[in-house]
């Protein structure tokens, strides 16, 4: 469209008539892809500091004070501007030589920016807003009160600058101190838009995706609004200054401003700085995750700073206290107090959690119990962290909370009111939360190392420590040999594992023994088997043959394992199968007899005869019921077995017969250097002083 097509087809329109939406269709009509470049940030230095400086003087008129003369930035480049000066006069005399009536400024508005076609969308502003500084700079020639005199040279400045305001005219303005005030709200509220516009241009300039700051888009179709009527304001201004200077005037040449255009102004310059505002926030809550999320996945950490990057938000992060707390005592507690800790993280809702909590706070418990250390895990390291994630924080679900709190006496931290939602992103993010209770472990580094123990926890409870994605693995697979043995003589046993039955395995070398446990085990299975479903089986129940023929397996199975290990060794390349072999075969040795209990296919105890069948025989006497779904089968038993065993004195040394040379720890060669052959054993002791009063000499292991 031609400059004369626009004047024409634009000169009769107001744009107080027009809406915004009809604003950004004219002016998208003269705007192309932006390929005229200019140092905008230098031009608007310039400008900027030529138009603030004015305005100071302005004020300073008004208010009848004298000019300061420290106004001007020091080290503004003015080089960026000579290859926009003819540009900039141009429009400069086209604002000035602007008719009266807001009709009039529309168009010249229009003109501009047809001129400006090929410049993005704030270098059109800023070069107006320099093409305005020419002749608002003029102002800075208004003259001033006399100073005492500094020499000759500044006489002679001052004498210029007095000419210089004669020839512009400005004497007059001290006549006008009025329309000064007008002219000075509307100069500053322009450059209140201009810069506006430089900070748009500066968050666009990160290229963050729409979808991430989608208040963005509504900036880009702010944005040509914005900087329609920046210019239109300035044509305003500059037609003001032109009035102002002009020594002969009447009130019919006096231009008005437009009628409702401070109002319309304040609207749009609100609306945008809403948005810019909205952007920031949201442009920063974008920063604030990356950072959160490398600390979370970057190396060298702690858990303490990547705990803060889940919970604790910026206002916050100065004191985690106002966020944690001890859920026994209610107390708020410092979040350094996982420092170096291993820590369980419930995460959850507030509904459908009773089972996980009665489950975590056995886990609790149990690990204030002995023994306190584990596979060189120290149980005292590991700790439970809370954190409940709702919708809102609101006052029935802060209730809930408390009275949970105060109904379980739970003793772990707890975080309350936890709303900060790039944690809650977070969470969901790196743990897979879908509302859905999870207990993640985290190590001292941070690491996560189990994204959910909870099934780990329900079937093995403290047997599963340290509760690594490991130990589900070792805990599920250690026993396979063993059933891969047992199924062999009674297949029937694989359906009771596929129904999750708690299986009782039993037999030894005392018939009477093997007779009295069992009636007592059909006795507590009679009592319990409406909520606890219980099945036995005594190892050579259907053919005495099958008895050897297992032991020999097993056997067989320990000696093949020592051999794929090396043909040896200690206990540091035993695998935990080949442990748990080790503690069947000293097991056997029991005179009474011996137990295994397993709930489906999860070994839970292996026990001794003679304290498995007073754990069965006494089960009225358990003290905590099954009736009160405290807990479950196995650890009721379980508390009750190590109970008996306590009352029955120190731990009973269990002793190993060796029968095969793959048992032999190490091999000697024959001192002969003529020979060389590795000996042949004739002799094995092995001796346990477990139980001995040894002072200063602590037992080094149960199982001797």
Known sequence: MSNYQIASSNVLQSPLELDDDQILENVYKTHFHCVEKCDVQCLHSVASNVIHHSIAITDCLINKGSQQSDQ??????????????????????????????????HQTTMLILEQLKAYSWDAKALIVEAAFALEFGKLSHIPQ???QSQGEVVDQLQEVEKSLAELNGLPSLREKSEELVILNGLVKKVMQMIACISEWKELISKEYDIKEVPILSQT??????IVYWTIFTFVTCTAQINYFTTTHHTKDNRYELPKHFDHRLDGILKSF????????????????????????YGGNKDIVRVLRAFIISTHQYSDSRQIVYCGLNGQPVKIEDLKKKHVLLFISGLENIQDEIKLLKGIYEKLKEEPREVEGYKKEDFKILWIPIVDEWNERNKKDLEKMLEDTKIGWYVVKDFNFKTGIRLIREVFKYKDKSIIPLLSPQGKVENDDTKLLLSIWGIDGFPFKASDYTRLTQQWNWFWNEITKFNPRMKEFIEDDYYIFIFGGTSSKWIEEFETALNSLKRQIETTVP??????????SRDVPRFWIAIDSLLANRKHTKGGGGGEGVMDFSTREMKRLLFLKQDPKG???????????????????????????KWPRKLDDQEVSFDVAFKEYYERCKLKDGPPKCEHSEITYPSDILARIPCPNVDCGRSMEVTSVNYKCCHGLEQPNVPPRSNLC
């Open 72 to 105: 001007f930035h020091e080290g503004s480049s003015f080089g960026c501007v000579q290859q926009l000066t003819a540009k900039l006069k141009r429009i400069a005399c086209q604002m000035l030589c602007t008719g009266r009536g807001d009709k009039y400024a």
């Open 273 to 296: 700085q809403d948005n810019l505002e909205d952007c920031k926030k949201q442009i920063e809550a974008i920063e604030d995750y990356t950072k959160r999320k490398n600390i979370i």
């Open 220 to 225: 880009l179709h702010q944005i040509p609004v």
């Open 145 to 147: 009160s006399q100073s």
């Open 594 to 620: 011996w137990v295994i209990l397993s709930k489906g296919s999860n070994v839970k105890l292996l026990g001794q005869g003679e304290v498995m069948y007073r754990t069965v025989k006494e089960f009225e």
């Open 534 to 543: 219980i099945e036995l089986y005594r190892l050579g129940r259907d053919d």
